[in-house]
Nanobody, 115 residues
Framework: QVQLVESGGGLVQPGGSLRLSCAASGTIFSILTMGWYRQAPGKQRELVATITSGTDTNYAASVKGRFTISRDNPNNTVYLQMNSLKPEDTAVYYC?????????WGQGTQVTVSS
């Protein structure tokens, strides 16, 4: 079992920054590939970024160069640093991992980019 808890969302103006955090339970965090997804109203959930246990990263084209995913294994935490935010980044952001043939999701954190 893996439990994921996100934090750090909020309201920010266009061009601003936010850092999301996802705290994971358990002792296996360091071997997990972790990901951030987002879902905007009326749209499907989409992949934002992933980071492997070896710290290889992958980003959606829409966020590449603006967002950075990172991890802190001793503290079982994965981060998403979001810079140069745009209104189209507005969504609920979810932390995710896949382990023993099952996806695990956090409860989500709302990010709203608006002036």
């Amino acid at each position: 079992q893996v439990q994921l808890v996100e934090s750090g969302g909020g309201l920010v103006q266009p061009g601003g920054s936010l850092r999301l955090s996802c705290a994971a339970s358990g002792t296996i965090f360091s071997i997990l590939t972790m990901g951030w997804y987002r879902q905007a109203p009326g749209k499907q959930r989409e992949l934002v970024a992933t980071i492997t246990s070896g710290t290889d990263t992958n980003y959606a084209a829409s966020v590449k160069g603006r967002f950075t995913i990172s991890r802190d294994n001793p503290n079982n935490t994965v981060y998403l640093q979001m810079n140069s935010l745009k209104p189209e980044d507005t969504a609920v952001y979810y932390c995710n991992t896949y382990f023993v043939r099952r996806h695990y999701w956090g409860q989500g954190t709302q990010v709203t980019v608006s002036s």
